[in-house]
Nanobody, 125 residues
Framework: VQLVESGGGLVQPGGSLRLTCAVS????????IAWFRQVPGKERAGVAC????????YYADSVRGRFTISRDNFRNTVSLQMNDLEPEDTANYYC???????????????????WGQGIQVTVSA
């Protein structure tokens, strides 16, 4: 199982970035995928997740309306489109695969078993 994030970088407040999680070693169709983020000294927190069973999405309150998660099971990728970025969105972003297949997604760390290496997003003028 492998998850690899890409698309991070430096962006000005109000700008946009698109993160991509490329997965391999398992059938993406079967599993929920989530994005988490972490800043130094704070716990990792869930941002958005996408379910496999009904293809629904769920967002943290802090990003709802600005971020959109989507999946492409054919290309084995899950993306996070981030718009109207704020300095508070600065963090290392991780994608993760759910521990159990065919369950609704959550933003609970313990529900995820495999993680990418993370990618930095910096929002600054």
């Amino acid at each position: 199982v492998q998850l690899v994030e890409s698309g991070g970088g430096l962006v000005q407040p109000g700008g946009s970035l698109r993160l991509t999680c490329a997965v391999s070693g398992f059938t993406l169709d079967y599993y929920a995928i989530a994005w988490f983020r972490q800043v130094p000294g704070k716990e990792r927190a869930g941002v958005a997740c996408h379910s496999a069973n009904d293809l629904s999405a769920y967002y943290a309150d802090s990003v709802r309306g600005r971020f959109t998660i989507s999946r492409d099971n054919f290309r084995n990728t899950v993306s996070l489109q981030m718009n109207d970025l704020e300095p508070e969105d600065t963090a290392n972003y991780y994608c993760a695969r759910s521990l159990v297949a065919w369950r609704p997604c959550t933003l609970v760390i313990a529900d995820y078993s495999d993680w990418g290496q993370g990618i930095q997003v910096t929002v600054s003028a």
